[in-house]
C-alpha cells in the first residue's frame, strides 16, 4: 500500500512521494506534505518556468528563484507564470 499525506497544495488525503525528491530540510518538509500529484504538477511547471523565462540552471540565481516559486506554488500563493503562455492540447 502507498502511503499518504495531507497534502499542503490541495489540502487533501493523497498519495504521497516515495522519497524525498531534495536534499537536506526542504527535501523532509516536501516529503512530509506534499502529494505526488502536487510534485508533478510543479515539476511540470517549473519546467514550462524554466523554458519560458530561459532559465540557466547553472547559474545560483535562477535556481533560488525557482526554489522560492517552488514555495509559493505549494503554499498556494501567487506564483509566478510565464506571460503568454499557452499549455499544449492533449490530442484525444
Not at 502507498?2 to 490541495?10: A, N
Not at 508533478?40 to 525557482?66: G, P
Request: charged residues 30%; proline residues 5%.
Amino acid at each position: 500500500m502507498s502511503r499518504t499525506v495531507f497534502c499542503r497544495k490541495y489540502q487533501e488525503e493523497l498519495e504521497g512521494l516515495e522519497r524525498a525528491p531534495y536534499p537536506g530540510p526542504i527535501g523532509e518538509n516536501i516529503y512530509e506534505t506534499i502529494s505526488k500529484k502536487a510534485w508533478q504538477d510543479w515539476l511540470s511547471h517549473q519546467t514550462m518556468l524554466i523554458n519560458e523565462k530561459h532559465l540557466n540552471m547553472m547559474d545560483a540565481s535562477s535556481r533560488e528563484y525557482l526554489k522560492q516559486e517552488m514555495q509559493k506554488f505549494f503554499a498556494g500563493e501567487d506564483y509566478d507564470k510565464a506571460e503568454g503562455y499557452v499549455p499544449p492540447v492533449e490530442k484525444e
